[in-house]
């Protein structure tokens, strides 16, 4: 059985973490299906959003499979470290837009799956947190170094060192999510997320997003030299001919990623 589903159409990737039984939990081999089909993602050239969710209803994923880590050699551990840090670094360098949807557990590993991610949608009845300090242990892919860079140092703290679960409506205050909905409504109002970005030039959507993303983590000086050359990106680009056409001739634009 595939532990990692991917389904592609209408140009959304839409990326199932497929253990069920497990609550969605990693091991090593859900991982290294997860990073190659996060390269798949990368240069397929119809895909210009991705969402990642867990199969079933209770959880996106409780991170880590303890049952797994309890027969593991140190040596081992360190291996599902560094790989679980190296797909999490790809998800969040994907050039396309990418949504967690939450729709359960999503503890640990599955938190630092979703902080990887661009946007955060969650069911209501979910449930979420950092919870490694409970375990002895800290955050390891990316937890200590996405949640304050996105709420602020002083809220991450208390919730790492606390290993506290929040609820969906805790978290959208917190700043974590980007919205909260019905469980039933989870999907669409992901693919009606979308449709805004999906309507627009998928290639400035890339740069807008990897002039974001770069510039954050820079000075202004620098941030701006970024921003420069990814504008250039567009400019030889069939897609901003076409806009200009468009609204020449007062129609929507038919962009092509060209």
């Known amino acids: 059985m595939e532990q990692i589903l991917l389904q592609i159409s209408n140009h959304m990737a839409i990326v199932t973490i497929n253990r069920e039984e497990s609550l969605n939990a990693f ?10 089909k996060v390269e798949d993602i990368r240069i397929h050239p119809e895909v210009r959003v991705v969402i990642f969710i867990g ?3 209770k ?9 797994e880590r309890k027969a593991l050699t140190d040596e081992q551990v360190k291996r599902n470290l560094f790989k679980i840090n190296e797909v999490f670094n790809a998800i969040d360098q994907l050039p396309q837009p990418t949504i967690a949807a939450i ?12 902080l990887a991610c ?19 242990i800290i955050p390891g ?10 709420i602020g140092q002083a809220k991450a703290l208390e919730l790492i060192l606390s290993a506290r679960r929040m609820t969906a409506d805790e978290a959208l205050f917190a700043g974590v999510l980007t919205r909260v909905v019905e469980r039933k409504d989870l999907l669409n109002e ?3 997320f979308c449709e805004p970005l999906l309507a627009n030039g998928p290639v400035a959507i890339q740069q807008a997003k990897y002039a974001i993303k770069n510039g954050m983590n820079t000075d202004l000086h620098t941030g701006l030299q970024i921003e420069r050359k990814a504008y250039e990106v567009t400019l030889p680009t069939e897609d901003r001919v076409e806009a200009l ?14």
């Open 103 to 114: 729709n359960g557990f999503a503890f640990g590993g599955g938190m630092e799956l979703a």
């Open 118 to 136: 661009d946007f955060r949608i969650a069911a209501k009845e979910a449930l979420m947190g950092l919870t490694e300090t409970g375990l002895a």
């Open 55 to 57: 199969a079933g209803e």
């Open 141 to 150: 892919a990316g937890g200590t170094q996405r949640l304050p860079r996105l």
């Open 245 to 258: 056409q468009a609204f020449a001739e007062k129609r929507k634009p038919v962009f092509k990623g060209k």
């Open 59 to 67: 959880s996106f994923s409780v991170g880590a499979d303890l049952k």
């Open 190 to 192: 992901c693919f009606a």
């Open 27 to 36: 091991n090593y081999e859900t991982l290294l299906e997860l990073q190659q």
